[in-house]
């Protein structure tokens, strides 16, 4: 399926057209110097004249058509992807476009002032240029709507924030979130199941925290300002700086934004060039400003490694991208090299030998025994909301057949190990059924605990039946509070770093070790149902629940497959008093995610291979 992937900057539009599944490029646009007196485009890699590009519409209106008639002929386009700079907290995942949500975008100019007003001129000419075919905004700021709001949040008065939506929304989203996808690929793992650090380093720069496939920390905050040291932005300054600048009366609003996101970053401390290339030419030959350039942006970003494996609680392998991750070892060597304690050993052949291309987009540049991977992937925006889009293109037929699913809302329950019941409950103690649940076998025993945490405590938290080979404790975000512990929202099985806790029962004492999560909302299927939705274990979606009177879509849904399931969706109290759900709620799947990421090309790393190093 072939979409044309339309990314509008300040003064530049690329465009290109290319195969969902494979990436293979049909054809390739670029506008540069767009507003100035001599604007040049290339297609295919060859430069053609273009008079009128005063605005980027009037630049599309030649361009595109012109990217077009240069297609074979067996090439039809099937839909058009925009990147898009901000969704703000509205727009979580990739959306098809109407005129509501090129309103949207416009109203979320005030936050992205630079960026969405010009994504916007470039929807609305596509839309005229091309539009018989699916249009879809593909936002940078989506894969972090996960954001933890510990991390999203700014230690700022919260009426204020709230007012003004001061919140850390991320960016960088949809490179961080390919090459995190890519490196899973490589490794011949699940995302789940990773802990992933990327660094993207371009002319903007940001690092991500990618907890088992969601964006749970990154480095640029509100606007794209925040984080690294970038081409010409400052990333973190201490923000009584700006206080002082202002109150000094040399800087106006104006020249502070100029000399913060223009002339700052390598450009400003380098003194001479935002070009990392040649920055580290110009430290080569003596260049102390340039020197400390490169010194500066490694330390910021080994120092955002450090804390992100902190955040994470370790970290399964780092990843470098864009222009400097991707090409500059030297770079990926200053910011590896004390990076030992979190089990990363840089391999400096590998590193200096690593050259990535469309055949081999991933080098492992860390040795053999390196408990931490530590890889260059080379991303590829274009390739990623090609597939974004193919997905909503296919979505529509998928969804034809509608099959509601029972919503059950789960009360706070904990799963015990038998051995944990005869520490509660006495040697040989074995639990008693009080009532069937409706996933086949399972009951909600007699029996309950009470769960004491570091704030407070639950007398009578029902034991959910029969006993599991794990203890888990499954609260909502409403009872950490009173609890006063952090417990991640996991699936059912997952308690890997989650905290622990302690549960009484009559006869004695555990202290868990960990256990403690937010469950996961979850649908339970057959492997019939899942065939009908067009959905797989693990996939996650969105389902629109109605039967209460605040009808409400939950996004982020995850699917569980098996025989022995009966086809339900489980949220918590939170997430049911949310949708004031009765008892008898239902919901419809509204989305699901497509293949095609799922079946990427995979150019997976041998473990057998990499041993006989
Ligand atoms: P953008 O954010 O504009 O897409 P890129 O991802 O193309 O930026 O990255 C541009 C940056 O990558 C520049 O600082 C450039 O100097 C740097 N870069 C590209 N190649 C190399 C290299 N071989 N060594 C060091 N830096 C490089």
Redesign the pocket.
Known sequence: MYIVVINCGSSSIKADVLDHYSGKYAGRMSIERIGESNPVMYVDGNQEPLKNAATHEEALEVALPRLLDCLPEDVQVAGVGHRVVHGGSQFQRPVRIDDEVEQAIADLSDLAPLHNPINLAGIRAARRIIPDVCHVAVFDTAFHATLPTRARSYALPQDLSDKLDLRRYGFHGISHAFVAQRAADYLGADLRDLRLITCH????ASVCAVEYGRSIETSMGLTPLEGLVM?TRSGDVDPGILIHLLRDGEFDVDSLDDLLNQQSG?AGLSGVT???????ERAGEGDDRCRLAIQVFSHRLRKYVGAYAAVMGGVDAIVFT???G???A??RHRVAQRLEFLGAHLNEEANRAAELDDESPVARISTATSRTHLLAVE?DESYAIAEDVSQLVLEKDRLAGHRPIPVAVSARHVHLRQETVEVLFGEGYQLTPRNDLSQPGQYAAEETVRVIGPNDEFSSVRILGPTRNIDQVEISRTDEFALGIDAPVRGSGDIANTPGIILEGPQGRVELQQGVICAWRHIHMTPDDAKHFGVSDRDVVEVAVSGGDRDLVFGDVLIRVSPDFQLEMHIDTDEGNAANLGADAKGTLISTPGQARLQRRKTTFDPVEAAAE
């Open positions: 380093l371009g002319n903007g081409g390598l935002n070009d990392m290339r040649d920055i580290i864009a222009g400097i991707e090409n500059s030297l770079i991303t």
